[in-house]
């Protein structure tokens, strides 16, 4: 693939429902991160995979935010019971895990929860 | 966390005129990075920095990171239409990024 896939790219929830957000990351790319990015703001890590691994989740800002990425390619970032202040753009960002790399983003899925 | 502030929040020019951005941190920086995102779009990265009092020219943008390594900024020279967006710093720690509030530039044609 030409670039980092994101889908839905838009989702409409009602406060409540359980949303999953689908990121493909670029083909052999071993990093795989997800951003939160509020209207007027900058993005806002929340966590990040090395192949299968979730080596960082400190920025998840509740337990009804929950990510994976089972076989080390595509991930999942899931949000139970929306709430309002969940509605923001979801970023993935995905590297070849090379220190020297920068990051390559996702159009994102914009989320807005009713 | 070690936040970067940046500066100023907006920014409105005419075109042709010259734009700045500042990037500060009250903690050294072991590198720097600056992002475009164009409105609706998502972050492209535009370049790294990562040594004292390092100046990086792109076409029109002038990249710069301080001799503390504390600050950096990006300066557009005659700017145009096409530079309109929003411009992100960020440091890298631990992998991840974090990233300054941006500052939005609209230019008038």
């Known amino acids: 693939g030409a670039g980092v896939s994101q889908s839905p790219r838009y989702k409409v929830a009602k406060r409540g429902q359980d949303v999953a957000l689908r990121c493909d990351p670029i083909?052999?790319?071993?990093?795989l991160f997800w951003y939160q990015q509020a209207l007027g703001q900058g993005p806002e890590f929340l966590t990040y995979f090395q192949n299968e691994a979730q080596l960082d989740k400190s920025g998840l800002p509740s337990d009804r935010f929950f990510a994976e990425r089972p076989e080390g390619s595509v991930s999942t970032l899931k949000i139970q019971r929306t709430q309002q202040e969940d509605s923001a753009v979801y970023l993935c960002?995905?590297?070849?895990?090379?220190?020297?790399?920068?990051?390559?983003f996702g159009p994102g899925t914009r989320l807005t929860v009713l | 966390g070690q936040q970067v502030m940046q500066i100023p929040q907006y920014q409105h020019v005419q075109e042709g005129e010259d734009f700045t951005t500042y990037c500060n941190s009250s903690?050294?920086?072991?590198?720097i990075q600056w992002y475009k995102q164009r409105p609706g779009g998502h972050p492209v990265f535009l370049i790294q920095l990562v040594k004292s009092g390092e100046v990086k020219k792109q076409k029109r943008l002038t990249f710069q990171f301080g001799e503390a390594k504390k600050n950096s900024s990006l300066h557009i020279t005659a700017t145009q239409t096409t530079d309109v967006g929003t411009y992100f710093c960020a440091r890298k720690g631990g992998g991840k990024l974090i990233f300054g509030q941006g500052t939005e530039l609209s230019v008038k044609p």
């Open positions: 960002a995905s590297n070849t895990g090379l220190s020297t790399d920068t990051q390559y």
């Open positions: 083909s052999g790319h071993v990093s």
């Open positions: 903690t050294t920086l072991s590198n």
